[in-house]
Every structure is written in C-alpha cells, then in structure tokens.
C-alpha cells in the first residue's frame, strides 16, 4: 500500500502544535515561572447560563423513551437553522433557514469543503493565514497561490486581476491580522469571484467582535450569493471551542460546472458526517435567543475590553499592530527587526509570555507575532505590564 504522499508537503507540525511543544518544553526547565498564555485562540470564559440550561434539558431528554433523539438530521434540526437565519436577519442580511448547514465547527467545514471541489482547482489564500485552508487543500493535492498581505495593504490583500484562481479563503475579520474588510473592498472580491467563475470560501469566525459597522457576512455583499459559501462558528462567539458547533450557507442558487454546490455538500455530509448531539444543537439555539445574545455579549465585551488593553499597550509602546478593534486577535510588528521565533523565544525566556509567531501563518507573517484577548482580565494585564517592561 503507498500513503497519500501529498503529505509530504505540509511543514512537519501543526502550528499550534509547535507553539505547546515549545511552552511546555520552558515550563518544565522553568517550573518557577508563571507563564502566560497568549497564544492559541482559545475561550476562557465559561459557556452563558442560558445555554448550559438548554444543554442539560436537552441531556435529560435522551434520558426518557419518550423523548430520546437518535441520529440527528445531516444538515441541523430545523429550530437550530430558523434560529441562526433569525440572527442573520438582525443584522440585517438574508440567509434562508434550509440554506444552512449546523455543523462540529468552522475548521472542519473549511477543511472538507473543498471535496466537492475537483482536484486541479487552483486555490487562493491571503498570506499569512490560517493554516487549515493551506493544509487541507495540500492534502488533496491543489495547488495554492498566495495574495500577500502586508503593512503597504494595511494587511488586507486584494484580488490581483491577472491572476486566476477558482477557489479562494477569505477570513474577515481575519485570523491571523485581525484586519477586517470594508464593503467596498468585499465588492471587489466578489466582483473577481464572479468574473473568473471561482467560488469564495468566507469565513465569519470572527464577526460577532466587529464593532465598526464591517460587513457581518459575505451575503451583504451583491452578488455572493452566485459565488460564495459562508462559514461561521459558535466557538469564539460562544465560547463553543470544546462544545464544537458551527454552520455553514450555501445558497440554493450557487451553482458551478451546472451542479448545486448545496446539493454536493449534503451529500458529502450526509456520506461522511452524522451531525452534531442533540444536547449541543439544543445549546446552540439557545445562543441566538434574546436572552442568549445578551449574556454572550458581555464575555464577547470582556474579551475585547482585553485586546484595547493590550492595543493600547502597543500604542504606548510605539508598535505597529493591526487587529484589537473588530477581533480578538492582535498582530503585531516584532520590535527590533526580530524574526517570528525569535520573538516568541525572546517573549517566553524574558516575560513567560505565550504568542504565536506569525511566520507560521505563511511568508508574509515574517517579522509579526499575534497575541490573543482570550486569557483572564488578570492574566491580560500582567502579560501586559511584562511586556511593557521588557520593550520599553
Ligand atoms: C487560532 O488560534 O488561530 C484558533 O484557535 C484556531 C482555530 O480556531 O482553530
């Protein structure tokens, strides 16, 4: 038998993976050292109350014959679908309940879409970026093509006309810069899209953290709905990171090669996906609530409240840095002309702060770091006044 030796094209360790490596390797030569962790964009914030009541009342139906629930519905149960397209609604944009996909999370759905997609696609990422558009497409074979984002763009790379892609990741607000694209510049996107009859692949991860009246979705934008797919995700709106639940909008009328992509995507979920438990769907309705997007408001309040802290902190110091409005990401110019790792060693064995080097996140990434706003308002300032010590 021969292995998919595709995979000898991925760096040898997951981003992150490397990051903890790294930690764990200090903290044990350094057992006296309270490190802190900035790095990987995780949740600190307990779930809201409302939707752990909806979790355990959603437990205690498997609990009774009557009530018990098997294999759930492939594309979401049809309460969990009517309440995402309602908070779609409140913001002003609209996607149809049976267009949505409830789904584990936004990783793997960026991850496995590209399965409807043929092998010899060309795939067009903005660089640095998040590592699993990069790494799932590899995987399968494509070819990637790279749009630098850079200081001169303001980390918001554009649509070069002369290049021609047929599948292309756009992350807005983005994960790794925390730049968030503008209306006009999501038309010029859209406007290429439909012009080389490529589909976007957009993720929302982050749009609940916009603050500055930045499209929300991709399908605010004339036109997406003939060329994009939207992909969106519980875990940093919230807090879903360990719960895992997402979702996915594939537009009826999106059609290529003169197929339904929403019809290939439910019959590849329904092939090799069994849908998300019960008690997680029940949660997750409840989010979309009234009551549910007030008490996630005040964690999504408190994580940004951290990330003007350390915004702020850079501001002092005199550091470039994009991101810290509109996401929970900071990005962050390395002081000195320090390289990505280097930083990140120069951080840990100085401050026993934890960031993620941005060369990870692809070439442009060289010379930046990210910092997160998803730690304590404790840790958030201790990392802070550390870092403000060491650079200034
Ligand atoms: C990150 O730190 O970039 C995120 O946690 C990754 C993810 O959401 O999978």
């Not at 992509?261 to 989010?287: D, I, M």
Request: aromatic share 12%; with cysteine; charged share 25%.
């Amino acid at each position: 038998m021969k292995i998919n030796r595709n995979f000898d094209n991925l760096v040898p360790n997951y981003l992150f993976a490397d990051v903890a490596r790294k930690t764990n390797e200090f903290a044990a030569a350094h057992p006296e050292k309270e490190i802190i962790r900035l790095g990987i964009g995780d949740v600190t914030l307990p779930l809201a109350p409302i939707v752990v009541a909806a979790m355990k009342k959603g437990c205690e139906d498997l609990l009774h014959k009557e009530t018990f629930k098997g294999y759930p519905e492939y594309e979401g149960y049809d309460f969990v679908r009517e309440a995402i397209a309602g908070y779609y609604g409140s913001f002003g944009v609209t996607v149809h309940a049976d267009e949505i996909f409830v789904s584990d999370g936004a990783k793997s759905d960026c991850g496995n879409l590209p399965d409807i997609f043929a092998q010899d696609n060309t795939v067009l990422v903005t660089d640095p970026v998040y590592p699993v558009y990069v790494d799932a497409n590899l995987m399968a074979g494509r070819n990637i093509i790279y749009a630098p984002s850079c200081k001169e763009n303001n980390f918001l790379a554009m649509p070069d006309e002369n290049v021609k892609a047929d599948i292309i990741y756009l992350c807005s607000p983005n994960n790794p810069t925390g730049a968030a694209y503008s209306a006009d510049q999501l038309a010029v996107w859209v406007d290429y899209a439909l012009k080389n009859d490529a589909i976007l692949l957009y993720d929302a991860a982050y749009e609940a953290f916009i603050e500055d009246g930045s499209p929300r979705s991709i399908f605010a934008v004339d036109g997406a709905r003939q060329c994009a797919i939207e992909l969106c995700s519980l875990s940093k709106t919230a807090g879903f990171t360990g719960t895992r639940c997402g979702y996915t909008v594939i537009p009826k009328e999106l059609k290529r090669d003169g197929h339904s992509l929403h019809e290939l995507w439910y019959r590849r979920q329904a092939t090799k996906f069994n849908g998300v438990s019960w008690p997680v769907q029940c949660a997750a309705a409840e989010v979309f609530g009234r009551e549910g997007l007030q008490q996630i408001r005040e964690n999504l309040e408190y994580y940004k409240q951290n990330a003007k802290i350390i915004s702020d902190a850079l501001d002092e110091l005199g550091i470039y840095y994009t991101g810290g409005k509109n996401s929970p990401y900071i990005w962050m110019e390395c002081p000195g002309g320090m390289g990505s790792w280097e930083f990140f060693d120069y951080l840990l064995q100085n401050a026993a702060v934890v960031g993620t080097p941005g060369e990870g996140f692809g070439k442009s990434g060289k010379g930046f770091f990210r910092l997160t706003s998803f730690n304590s308002r404790e840790k958030t300032l201790e990392a802070v006044g550390r870092i403000k010590n060491l650079l200034k």
